[in-house]
């Protein structure tokens, strides 16, 4: 799944950039904890999927937690 991510990331001209591990298992601890975590592993906010949303540094948290 990740390879077709960066591949529509390319095309849509957005960074492809990964973050640290430290950094990417601590924006997933955030979202683990947040209530607008839904059992699918989506955002309740935005609709993305967390664990793929977080490795991007171009990314970032709609409701401002990282």
């Not at 990964?18 to 950094?23: A, F, L, N």
């Not at 298992?25 to 993305?48: D, E, F, Q």
Request: glycine share 8%; charged share 25%.
């Amino acid at each position: 799944m990740s390879l077709l991510i960066d591949i529509v990331k390319n095309i849509k001209g957005k960074t492809t950039d990964k973050v640290s591990v430290d950094t990417y298992n601590a924006r997933v601890s955030g979202c683990y904890s947040c209530p607008s975590l839904l059992i699918t592993g989506n955002c309740k906010i935005c609709g993305c999927f967390v664990k793929d949303k977080a490795k991007y540094s171009g990314e970032s948290c709609p409701d401002d937690k990282w």
